[in-house]
């Protein structure tokens, strides 16, 4: 259940803390067929599930990318910003993929309001940090700062 929180204000308050963890959507061969097709990134540990049989991960897996941008499908089970005018991605600090996300495997993503800065009448900054986890997997397979503006 997301929770929901009105305005700059509501965000403020949650400045440093973990705000949960996302629903799991399960990873399927056909999303990432297409996100190949979207990016013309058709290498074969993402495409050719027989090749990648023999491949280092016993199977094919999901494009760096296409876990990363899960992101905005993602949040909105986790926290929903109510009371803006609007509210824009804006870029990203450090992203890293540590370990491979299996097609089939199923993913989570939790977020931490890392910090929040005025940089306008109305309008902050925000930095969260989304951590993608593969249910059951030892190790996340993608941490990354995700900058945001809220306007209010």
């Known amino acids: 259940m997301a929770t929901t929180v009105n305005g700059i204000a509501g965000l403020e308050s949650l400045v440093g803390q973990h705000l949960g963890w996302s629903d799991e959507l399960e990873i399927t061969q056909e999303q990432v067929n297409d996100f190949a097709d979207a990016t013309g ?5 993402h495409v050719d599930p027989e090749r990648a049989k023999d491949g280092p991960f016993g ?3 999901a494009h760096g990318y296409l876990t990363l941008s899960l ?11 109510e009371g803006l005018a609007m509210a824009v991605n804006y870029g990203l600090g ?16 939790g977020a931490e309001l890392a910090s929040l800065a005025p940089v306008a009448e109305g309008t902050v900054q925000a930095t969260m940090v989304f951590t993608f ?12 700062e995700v900058i945001f503006r809220y306007i209010a």
């Open 41 to 45: 990134d058709h290498q074969w540990i």
């Open 59 to 61: 199977g094919p897996i």
């Open 71 to 81: 992101g905005p499908a993602l949040l909105p089970t986790i926290i929903r910003v």
């Open 94 to 109: 450090k992203v890293r993929f540590p370990s491979p996300v299996p097609v089939g495997s199923k993913v989570r993503m």
């Open 133 to 144: 986890e593969v249910v059951g997997a030892p190790k996340p397979a993608c941490v990354a």
